[in-house]
């Protein structure tokens, strides 16, 4: 999962608002991040006919690599990375204390690249905290080319990342904290050691090592998948009934948003008088700009949930509610 990125000027701009190091070591509670490592685990995938351990793309294809997970949830339940499961026929993962323990799959979304395990062991739950903002301080923690659990830390660089091209559903946190092979599944704390994300991603450019663009999903993301995998082993999704594409050119230069194409008939968005030609341009209170920030910010809430919509129409701005409903098969 690794992808060439172009950091266009503003991007830029944004990126040299981080403080230099010695600012963000002042801003982070070294003892608040070290209390969360110990809800970090090192996932131990066992594929069929390949060896456990960590291995760069370029070493030898028989290994099974190495990945990261956090406890998330009371019971042992651990988030992680789909990817770091692959074709995985058994899991094991090593605590942050050094005992080595069976996991269970509890569930999979291909679609957000979000697992769950379960392990036999009481491990302490990270604390979640608020999402954070940019420039903000954040740590990777995780297992970076399998050599165990570690800390780096930076700052946000963006959040509502849903262009990077990973998953189907994006919500990503992007920084700057050094993310490297093998701590995807990782967490992403704030300066007080609250969880905010799970590292998924990195951008390189023509190897696995880090740049400085990496990428965790946001907390709100996870926690809505944990949470529907540890109840019912599945993914609830959730529908509002209508298709959108991006702006046009001449759009664009009046607004920014999505526009709707087309509203299902009997759905959610047609029921809350949504109409085709509609400019959606936020969705409970999070600005859209594409398709994809969209659906990341629709797929926060279950089926059933009122999320209000807002919509410009022939120049007026009009608040929405709509009820989402269960996403067909």
């Not at 074709?87 to 690249?113: F, N, Q, S, W, Y």
């Not at 697992?115 to 062991?121: D, F, G, N, R, S």
């Not at 092979?181 to 994300?197: F, H, I, M, T, W």
């Amino acid at each position: 999962m690794i992808r060439n990125v172009f950091i266009a000027p503003a991007a830029a701009a944004m990126l040299a608002l981080a403080p230099p190091a010695p600012a963000i070591a002042a801003a982070v509670d070294a003892a608040a991040v070290a209390t969360a490592v110990t809800s970090v685990v090192i996932v131990l995938p066992t594929w069929r006919n390949v060896r456990p351990g960590f291995a760069p793309r370029s070493a030898d294809g028989r290994i099974a690599p190495e990945g990261s997970g956090v406890a998330v949830l009371p019971g042992g339940l651990v988030a992680t990375n789909d990817h770091v499961l692959g074709d995985a026929i058994a899991v094991k993962v090593r605590l942050a204390d050094g005992r080595t323990l069976p996991a269970e799959i509890v569930g999979r979304h291909k679609a957000t690249d979000i697992a769950l395990l379960k392990v036999p062991a009481d491990l302490p739950v990270a604390a979640p905290g608020p999402e954070p903002g940019l420039a903000d301080p954040v740590c990777a923690i995780g297992n970076p080319f399998g050599r165990g659990l570690s800390v780096s830390c930076g700052v946000v660089s963006a959040t509502g990342r849903a262009n990077a091209g990973f998953n189907e559903i994006e919500d990503f946190i992007q920084t700057d904290a050094a993310v490297n092979p093998g701590g995807s599944g990782g967490a992403l704390v704030d300066g007080k050691g609250r969880l905010v994300g799970l590292v998924s991603a990195i951008f390189a450019q023509g190897s696995d090592a880090n740049i400085g663009v990496n990428f965790a999903a946001s907390w709100p993301l996870v926690a809505r998948v944990a949470r529907d995998l540890a109840d019912d082993g599945t993914v609830a999704e959730a529908t509002a009934g209508m298709e959108t594409r991006p702006l046009t050119p001449e759009q664009n230069a009046r607004a920014a948003g999505v526009a709707v194409v087309e509203v299902a008939r009997a759905g959610p968005a047609l029921a809350a008088g949504i109409e085709a030609g509609d400019i959606v341009t936020h969705v409970a209170g999070r600005p859209v700009t594409s398709p994809g920030q969209l659906r990341a910010a629709l797929f926060r809430h279950r089926p059933g949930d009122a999320v209000e919509v807002t919509v410009r129409r022939g120049g007026e701005t009009r608040r929405i509610t709509l009820t989402l409903a269960p996403a067909g098969p």
